[in-house]
């Protein structure tokens, strides 16, 4: 527990330098003494607020000591009648509050321009300060420069509210401070609007959420700024502390005050751990600074447990900031802005009213007297569609109520039934779970939600907590039955808008992670506990049976789609088998989309999408003609021959120059390529020196990404070559199919997109097909370094693993592929299979966060499975390759 050291001060005074000491290896070294005896006193826990207000108080002392070194005065004598000069702090140095990497942001103010001497003199005293690697911001302004540019720029009117005199005239400050508080320049009213809409647009660059795995301290949602707002707009308002003026109100009680200053130190002292141990300005809580803060603000325990700790206190310190944030937003807009002159409230009934489209309760110990109103708030709110949130009194009492549970609200019979008329409400997401979560009433009534409540993923995979992950889902769900979110999800809206039942996808999506922390398989773990809930609810047993299959199999669409062959009949086979019917088909979809679009913005591109596609579609109609009327391969490659002689004789092309130019061509190759990538590869090699290597790049993008098509004579270190080329010039690989014709020459084709999940722009054709032209040219095969980690992958760890999964193709051996993502990895592998004398067939890359899971089909030089002997040289070989760069 931090002890209060109000009479702590540091042993030495900038004021007592000499002019001798006056120069940069001396104050450098007393700036270094400084940080570091802060840093011991943070390690002792001496109070957050006492160590950054001692930072600023030696700041001060040195930049008064610094303002008299170089002789500049109060007050110049000169043609004006008065030319006043002052040294003052604005922002957060304006607050006395300065972190070890704060920016110290001073103002030099004087009545007049300044002249040719005091110039110097002030570009010497910056320049030292610079020069000692002190984060400087400054300005140097009139007074009615200045305060035309705080009319100007809501940004200087902020910095400049939190002003205080540091060396110089303090009669100038006192003119400067009455000019902005007055209401020529940005009145308390249009103050308070700019403000707020500030919040909202820095609110949205953090994904308006608080549950951000690496959110940043300052800016993000719940962070330090969410509480300087409300300081500035008091401030404004009262021109003073606005704690000491809130408390004269009947509506911030002492409980929310303190808990407003103890939000404030939590947060201090993790960025001024964060500061301790970077060397460069930051606020993000980065995963490879993490631990690292953890450790050095006391969390104990092995692995990532410390971080999980801090993180779930952080979250909680968060949520609370919020709410904070959101009823004392309200107090200024009503109460004492008076933006809105507060229309009298208008009953809704016997319990709740309405002020300002805001709800209300008409007896402050409703919810304790009775927990079951808690649910019953949310389906009011469903049923006026007037009520936009919450009044800040109602949040208040949800606060108080939902910490005082003697048990879940799912307890109550009564509650049950609103929850349930809750979920089959078609405004249910947004207009009741949203704000269930945002207010903590999830908590209160799912079995288990508090368990993942501000949950750390340790991963680049996913950026939310579960919980907020969760919710994510259900907002993306929410999407999938508007018009507008056709053009993103074409397949998934349809299908979502003829499910008889959306509302057990709201209970699937609330349970699907539910089970993660646990030991063991948290889809198993998820299924367990839902099957609970379903019965705690009465639910019938199909419906029951569908929810519980769904959190069972949540990832087995995603799965199937993304790392799997679907040109293989069987793999299409097993994925219906597991699915068994088309309904179960159809919810599947849905949930598997929301789920990946809620993981990460990034992650849903129209690859992903094109997979889902093909593979729903492609088990629609095995479902619709049977579920044992998969066509065989020969009769699909068969199908695929036919379509493609058809157009090209269409096209002019002769019957007999297309049968003579497909002898050589094996089954494979019809069965794996679709009929009008056959076509194209036709058009472009009917017209080509056959014993010439080629490369094509296909304008219209395949399936949502772009395809490239190499004809080459087959050769040891062929993938390799390819992927290092690719590689060389940053695009991903996502697919790739590896064909071999009669006459030993490849017709290969990769499917690549670009780092942002584009397909490639057609300005970089030319360049990469001759780059990959002259690699394939080139007698001589040059080795791949497998270059070590991106830094921001370095504190994750993720063992090799290389897996050989089973198959109903008996002459092809699958070899899964799990490892830390890397520049060069899969040219490296490439190497490993030509060593190693392997043909690869087909490669599947997906890249899941900080790590690649990867799919090859192989086979010997015979064209046979590896057998075990191979295949344990094989798994030795990758995993030494990878390992030795970890």
Not at 639 to 668: G, M, P, T
């Amino acid at each position: 527990m931090a002890m209060h050291e109000t009479h702590l001060c540091y042993p030495v005074s900038p004021l007592d330098f000499s002019d001798e000491q006056i120069n940069i290896n001396y104050l450098k070294q007393q700036l270094d003494e400084f940080q570091q005896w802060s840093i011991s006193q943070f390690k002792l826990n001496t109070d957050i607020d006492v160590l950054v207000h001692l930072r600023s108080a030696f700041i001060d002392k040195l930049l008064q000591r610094l303002w008299r070194y170089y002789q500049i005065p109060e007050q110049i004598s000169s043609l004006f009648k008065q030319n006043r000069i002052a040294l003052i702090a604005v922002g957060g140095y304006g607050r006395a509050e300065l972190h070890p990497l704060s920016d110290i942001d001073i103002l030099i103010l004087s009545d007049k321009p300044l002249t040719e001497i005091l110039e110097k003199q002030v570009a010497d005293l910056v320049r030292l300060l610079w020069d000692l690697h002190l984060d400087i911001g400054h300005s140097v302004r009139t007074l009615t420069t200045c305060l035309q540019e705080a009319k100007n720029d809501i940004t200087i009117m902020t910095n400049l509210i939190e002003s205080r005199i540091i060396a110089g005239s303090e009669s100038l400050l006192n003119e400067l401070r009455k000019q902005i508080f007055s209401d020529k320049i940005w009145p308390s009213p249009a103050f308070y609007q700019a403000k707020v809409k500030e919040q909202e647009e820095r609110h949205k660059q953090y994904h308006s959420t608080t549950y951000n795995l690496e959110p940043d301290l300052k800016n993000s949602p719940g962070g330090l700024r969410d509480m300087q707002i409300i300081q500035w707009i008091a401030i404004r308002h009262f021109g003073g502390e606005f704690l000491h003026k809130i408390a004269h109100f009947d509506y911030l009680t002492p409980e929310d005050i303190e808990e407003f200053k103890t939000c404030r130190k939590f947060l201090w002292r993790i960025r001024f751990a964060l500061h301790s141990v970077i060397s460069r300005y930051d606020n993000r809580l980065l995963f490879d600074r993490q631990l690292s803060i953890a450790n050095m603000l006391g969390y104990t325990g092995t692995g990532n447990v410390p971080v999980e700790k801090m993180m779930h206190d952080y979250y909680r310190v968060a949520h609370n900031i919020t709410e904070l944030n959101q009823m004392l937003l309200q107090l200024f807009d009503e109460s004492i802005l008076e933006l809105n002159p507060p229309n009298k409230p208008y009953d809704i009934d016997e319990h709740f009213q309405v002020r300002e489209k805001l709800i209300d309760v008409k007896d402050d110990n409703l919810f304790k007297q009775n927990p079951v109103m808690m649910m019953q708030l949310f389906y009011t709110i469903l049923l006026n569609p007037q009520v936009i949130g919450l009044y800040s009194n109602t949040i208040r009492q949800l606060r108080s109520a939902r910490r005082q549970l003697p048990q879940l609200l799912c307890e109550d019979p009564q509650a049950r039934q609103l929850f349930m008329q809750i979920i089959k409400h078609p405004d249910a997401i947004k207009k009741a779970l949203l704000p269930m979560h945002q207010y903590g009433i999830l908590t209160s009534y799912i079995p288990g939600w508090r368990h993942i409540a501000g949950m750390m993923q340790f991963d680049l995979f996913h950026i939310y907590t579960v919980d907020e992950h969760t919710i994510r889902l259900l907002l993306e769900l929410d999407n999938l039955k508007n018009t507008s979110d056709k053009p993103k999800h074409p397949n998934s809206t349809e299908v979502y808008s003829k499910l008889p039942k959306p509302e057990l996808l709201i209970i699937t999506g609330l349970f699907h992670d539910i089970g993660k922390g646990r030991h063991g398989d948290h889809s198993e773990i998820g299924a367990h506990l839902v099957k609970g809930f379903c019965q705690l609810h009465q639910l019938d047993a199909k419906d029951t049976d569908l929810i519980v299959w769904l959190v069972r199999s949540h990832l087995l669409m995603s799965v199937t789609a993304q790392s799997r062959d679907l040109q293989d009949p069987d793999v299409i086979r097993e994925f219906i088998q597991q699915v068994k019917s088309k309904r179960r088909l159809q919810y599947l979809l849905c949930l598997t989309v929301a789920d990946v679009c809620a993981t990460n913005e990034t992650l849903w591109n129209s690859w992903k999408q094109s997979l889902m596609r093909e593979l729903y579609f492609t088990a629609e109609r095995s479902f619709d003609s049977g579920i044992h009327q998969i066509p065989e391969q020969r009769s699909v490659a068969r199908q695929h021959k036919q379509q493609a002689l058809e157009i090209l004789l269409q096209q002019n092309y002769a019957e007999s120059q297309i049968k003579n130019f497909w002898q050589d061509y094996r089954v494979d190759y019809f069965l794996r390529y679709t009929t009008e990538q056959i076509v194209w590869h036709a058009q472009n090699l009917l017209q080509h020196d056959l014993t010439q290597t080629l490369v094509i790049i296909n304008p219209n993008p395949h399936h949502g990404g772009t395809e490239i098509f190499i004809y080459s004579p087959d050769r040891p270190y062929l993938f390799a070559t390819v992927c290092n080329v690719l590689n060389m010039h940053n695009l991903n690989i996502h697919d790739a199919l590896i064909i071999t014709n009669k006459n030993r020459f490849a017709l290969d084709t990769f499917i690549v997109l670009e780092p942002n999940g584009q397909t490639l722009q057609l300005d970089r054709h030319q360049g990469i097909i001759k780059a990959v032209e002259k690699a394939l040219q080139s007698s001589v095969y040059k080795g791949v370094t497998i270059k070590p980690p991106k830094q921001r992958l370095r504190s994750f760890s993720v063992p090799t693993q290389v897996n050989f999964l089973s198959s109903f193709n008996e002459s092809q051996t699958y070899m899964e592929l799990i490892a830390l993502d890397r520049p060069g990895l899969l040219a490296r592998v490439g190497e490993i299979f030509a060593n190693l004398d392997l043909s690869l067939s087909s490669a599947k890359i997906a890249t899941i966060g900080e790590h690649i899971e990867d799919l090859f089909i192989l086979t010997d030089k015979h064209n046979n499975a590896l057998d075990d002997n191979t295949c344990n040289k094989l798994r030795q070989s990758i995993v030494l390759a990878i390992d030795s760069m970890n």
